[in-house]
């Protein structure tokens, strides 16, 4: 069984006793100190690791970018963090240095074997607030990741590997609920098809889907010469706030979730055939009177459509099987 498969989840409290570095670093300041690029070499050096495509895989070195990410998403010691990816843990400095708690969720085993042993050096008071898990993001569940069970809301700041942030925003925000809020920095297109808007060209799938939760933003740009190795692509950060919350009753919630699931399917159904019109890209999906009923234009093309307009002809298409289905039992 692969690591993957088998989580570990580690606090940097627990290592501190293997770890052989020296924490006079962490003495330039009360909260310790963050990582700049020659720390990041040394650390992936001492342990034998090198960024890799697979995981997509480029380390921030400047102390002033993983600030500035924090400080766009409001973390303060009263806020409970996801991290996605933390690396060799710039980011992951810079959150706890707020006094936040955290947890970080690395998919390669060791930089996730390596990550307490840095927080150990350079900033040892915050080792009680910190714990990292070793797992693939998109398999994560209040489950498997029970850290944040028990929250209100939490929030997710992370630089994402950039071949599967959309994925794994998704995946975060339909499992867990009470995910209020993050900030991401992705590649620069990315970020531009998160928070467009309808009728742009660069409107699509992940826009509108992103819309059903809650609103996205574009939050700035990062330069590539703030990462090791520096990327081929810009990189851009996202902001984003939950408005959709879940219903508490039970019955009212799975409704909803079965909405979601309809006006998802209606989405990528629209727009895997983005040039064609409504009624060419859904029909085998939605007949012509569920789009009378829903007040939807089947001329327009997906690319027009807000995701109030996607849900609505969602609701209508639902409420049309639900007539025929009782037509036929009566």
């Not at 531009?192 to 609103?215: E, F, H, M, N, Q």
């Not at 984003?240 to 309809?262: G, I, M, N, Y």
């Not at 029909?283 to 307009?309: M, Q, Y």
């Amino acid at each position: 069984m692969s690591d993957i498969d088998s989580p570990t989840i580690e606090s940097a409290a627990g290592n501190a006793a293997n770890s052989t570095a020296s924490n006079t670093t962490a003495a330039d300041s009360p909260t310790g100190r963050l990582l700049g690029a020659a720390d990041i070499r040394r650390i992936a050096a001492d342990a034998g690791i090198s960024p890799t495509k697979k995981f997509g895989q480029n380390f921030v070195i400047d102390p002033g970018t993983v600030r500035r990410i924090v400080r766009e998403a409001d973390v303060t010691a009263d806020t409970h963090v996801l991290e996605v990816g933390p690396g060799l843990g710039s980011l992951t400095l810079a959150i706890l240095e707020t006094g936040a708690r955290m947890t970080a969720v690395e998919i390669d085993p060791p930089v996730a074997e390596r990550l307490p042993r840095t927080i150990t050096e350079f900033m040892p008071q915050a080792v009680s607030r910190f714990a990292v898990v070793n797992r693939d993001a998109l398999t994560v569940t209040p489950g498997n990741l029970p850290d944040f069970n028990d929250d209100a809301s939490f929030t997710l700041v992370a630089n994402l590997p950039y071949n599967v942030a959309t994925p794994i925003i998704l995946t975060l925000l339909e499992r867990f609920a009470n995910l209020d809020s993050f900030v991401v920095m992705v590649q620069k297109e990315v970020a531009d098809r998160l928070a467009a808007k309808p009728g742009s060209k660069i409107y699509g799938t992940p826009s509108v889907k992103l819309a059903w939760y809650g609103t996205a933003e574009r939050a700035g740009t990062i330069g590539r010469n703030v990462f090791w190795p520096a990327p081929n692509v810009d990189s851009a950060l996202v902001r984003f706030t939950r408005t959709r919350k879940p219903s508490a009753d039970a019955a009212k919630a799975a409704a909803e979730e079965s909405l979601r699931v309809t006006t998802f399917r209606l989405i990528d159904a629209a727009f895997g055939q983005r040039r064609k019109t409504l009624h060419a890209a859904l029909k085998h999906e939605v007949p012509a009177s569920v789009f009378d009923n829903a007040g939807i234009d089947a001329t327009r093309r997906g690319e027009t459509l807000t995701i109030d307009e996607f849900t609505a002809l969602a609701r209508a298409l639902e409420a049309q099987k639900a007539a025929n289905t009782a037509e036929a039992t009566a």
